[in-house]
């Protein structure tokens, strides 16, 4: 059996590597459990021989692959495709898990690590609702309670950043078990804006994405007419008439009859 774990979020990756390692160990029993690094010296060899020796008292094994993707796609389909339940050329003993977890998507030569019966389970960066949701779990599970604005700043300072914020978590576990938005500035923490990254929201189709993308904006504490400026200038590179919007956006501003706050809130509601 293969199990793959990917995605760009290595924490919750790394999260459910180590899960998937302590249950095998709580159900089966750490002799069956063998790790292989394929950029050591002798790690294929050491796989190969874990593979072929059976043993009575050891039925169920767990092989966790490390940098398994360093190996050219076409080798490391060869040796993964033996263990693909189903498959016509199935030799791989009973028994036997393979675990690969890696941050890229597989390429064309191993799609079947994507594929049934492979059990494959992704790992995409959190925002919004989920991002908070998961901080609160996180929070949770050290003893610690986060007040919601102060789990809305973190969120914003560590968007994109599970590792970092997990870490910054257990530092707030560790200083008190309440925590209010007021605490953090005690940790002199800082928003850093990602605007090329961040304001690709702004060219959704979907409207929710769009206003997530604006009250994360918001939240970065940074001036809105810098926030504009930013959107009219990608604007003009759609052509004349995305720019003639924020013409008139920006004409309506400075003659007093909006507030640019007003002006982002209507791009995001496709006004």
């Given at each position: 059996?293969?199990?793959?774990?990917?995605?760009?979020?290595?924490?919750?990756?790394?999260?459910?590597?180590?899960?998937?390692?302590?249950?095998?160990?709580?159900?089966?029993?750490?002799?069956?459990?063998?790790?292989?690094?394929?950029?050591?010296?002798?790690?294929?060899?050491?796989?190969?021989?874990?593979?072929?020796t059976e043993s009575l008292f050891v039925p169920a094994r767990l092989a966790v692959l490390e940098n398994a993707f360093e190996l050219e796609p076409p080798a490391l389909a060869k040796i993964l495709k033996p263990f693909v339940a189903g498959d016509k050329k199935n030799t791989s003993p009973s028994g036997l898990t393979i675990l690969l977890s890696e941050r890229d998507k597989p390429v064309k030569a191993l799609a079947f690590l994507l594929e049934k019966p492979t059990i494959?389970?992704?790992?995409?960066?959190?925002?919004?609702?989920?991002?908070?949701?998961?901080?609160?779990?996180?929070?949770?599970?050290?003893?610690?309670?986060?007040?919601?604005?102060?789990?809305?700043?973190?969120?914003?300072?560590?968007?994109?950043?599970?590792?970092?914020?997990?870490?910054?978590?257990?530092?707030?576990?560790?200083?008190?078990?309440?925590?209010?938005?007021?605490?953090?500035?005690?940790?002199?923490?800082?928003?850093?804006?990602?605007?090329?990254?961040?304001?690709?929201?702004?060219?959704?189709?979907?409207?929710?994405?769009?206003?997530?993308?604006?009250?994360?904006?918001?939240?970065?504490?940074?001036?809105?007419?810098?926030?504009?400026?930013?959107?009219?200038?990608?604007?003009?590179?759609?052509?004349?008439?995305?720019?003639?919007?924020?013409?008139?956006?920006?004409?309506?501003?400075?003659?007093?009859?909006?507030?640019?706050?007003?002006?982002?809130?209507?791009?995001?509601?496709?006004?």
């Amino acid at each position: 059996m293969l199990i793959f774990l990917y995605g760009p979020d290595d924490y919750r990756r790394s999260q459910k590597k180590r899960e998937l390692i302590a249950e095998f160990k709580k159900k089966r029993s750490e002799l069956g459990l063998r790790h292989f690094d394929f950029l050591v010296t002798g790690a294929r060899d050491e796989f190969d021989e874990f593979v072929r020796t059976e043993s009575l008292f050891v039925p169920a094994r767990l092989a966790v692959l490390e940098n398994a993707f360093e190996l050219e796609p076409p080798a490391l389909a060869k040796i993964l495709k033996p263990f693909v339940a189903g498959d016509k050329k199935n030799t791989s003993p009973s028994g036997l898990t393979i675990l690969l977890s890696e941050r890229d998507k597989p390429v064309k030569a191993l799609a079947f690590l994507l594929e049934k019966p492979t059990i494959a389970q992704k790992f995409e960066v959190l925002a919004g609702a989920e991002w908070i949701s998961f901080i609160g779990t996180e929070a949770k599970k050290l003893g610690l309670r986060l007040a919601l604005p102060a789990a809305q700043f973190l969120a914003t300072v560590y968007q994109g950043n599970s590792w970092a914020l997990a870490t910054e978590l257990a530092k707030l576990a560790a200083w008190k078990p309440t925590i209010e938005r007021r605490d953090l500035d005690a940790f002199d923490l800082e928003v850093a804006p990602n605007y090329w990254g961040l304001l690709n929201g702004m060219k959704s189709f979907d409207m929710r994405i769009r206003l997530a993308t604006i009250e994360q904006l918001f939240a970065l504490s940074d001036p809105p007419a810098k926030i504009f400026n930013i959107l009219a200038a990608q604007a003009g590179q759609k052509g004349a008439e995305a720019l003639q919007k924020f013409a008139e956006f920006d004409f309506a501003v400075k003659s007093g009859k909006l507030e640019y706050e007003e002006t982002l809130v209507d791009l995001a509601l496709g006004n």
